[in-house]
């Protein structure tokens, strides 16, 4: 639990080359599927890189598609060329990453340069679960397929704020007092499994002076 976390955590500009960054931008939706194009920065444009992806059904990443070049804005394309992904007939074609992903799903990609020397990590939740109230939110991030561990993360309190932190998963309750960072930020995992009971809805609050935002995140087989 505590390896995952910190594996999530780290998977995105602590992971990469210093001084790049990698925007993960919505290109469309039908549906439930939504489109996703690249775009680096401070990476090579001479380059051929990999695309990696770790989605929560996978232990580790996986790779996604060889080949890779970038543009000179740095959108990732297909240059069709030998030693490169896509049809000599379609060159420079952008790459569209098509997902599906669940409320709380994360989607986290990567390229890594194909001789190692450069790599950029990027992650995003495309349909959030968060509750508001006021300045203050709390977002849930599954970090597994059925949610058998889910990531909290509260923002926007005053810093170093005492909160009260409240979870309750079919009628299992949990309470303790914590406290947030020197930016108002509070994080933990929670396992909102029952036992005996295959699927449910776990609400977690943090309760402040100020705010008290609310999440509830479905879990189990449905």
Not at 42 to 53: E, R
Not at 81 to 89: A, E, F, I, V
Not at 210 to 216: D, K, L
Request: a positive charge.
């Amino acid at each position: 639990m505590v390896k995952l976390v910190s594996l999530h955590n780290a998977w995105g500009p602590k992971a990469s080359t210093p001084n790049t960054s990698l925007a993960v931008k919505e290109s469309g939706r039908s549906g439930k599927s939504i489109g996703f194009r690249l775009y680096a920065q401070g990476l090579p444009k001479d380059a051929i890189y990999n695309l990696v992806g770790w989605p929560v059904t996978q232990k580790a990443p996986v790779n996604v598609l060889e080949g890779v070049t970038l543009d000179a804005s740095g959108l990732a394309i297909c240059a069709g060329k030998p030693g490169t992904c896509g049809r000599s007939d379609k060159p420079d074609d952008p790459i569209d990453l098509v997902l599906q992903p669940v409320p709380g799903e994360p989607v986290r990609i990567g390229l890594i340069s194909q001789d190692g020397a450069s790599k950029v990590f990027a992650k995003l939740v495309p349909v959030p679960l968060r509750g508001a109230d006021r300045s203050c939110t709390v977002d849930a991030t599954l970090l597994t397929p059925g949610s058998e561990l889910v990531l909290i993360e509260g923002s926007g309190f005053a810093a170093n704020a005492e909160l009260t932190f409240d979870s309750e998963s079919e009628g299992e309750r949990h309470g303790q007092k914590v406290k947030a960072d020197g930016d108002g930020r509070y994080q933990t995992a929670v396992l909102p499994y029952k036992q005996g009971v295959q699927k449910g809805t776990l609400t977690v609050t943090l309760k402040s002076a100020g705010c008290s935002p609310s999440v509830r995140v479905p879990w189990g087989k449905r």
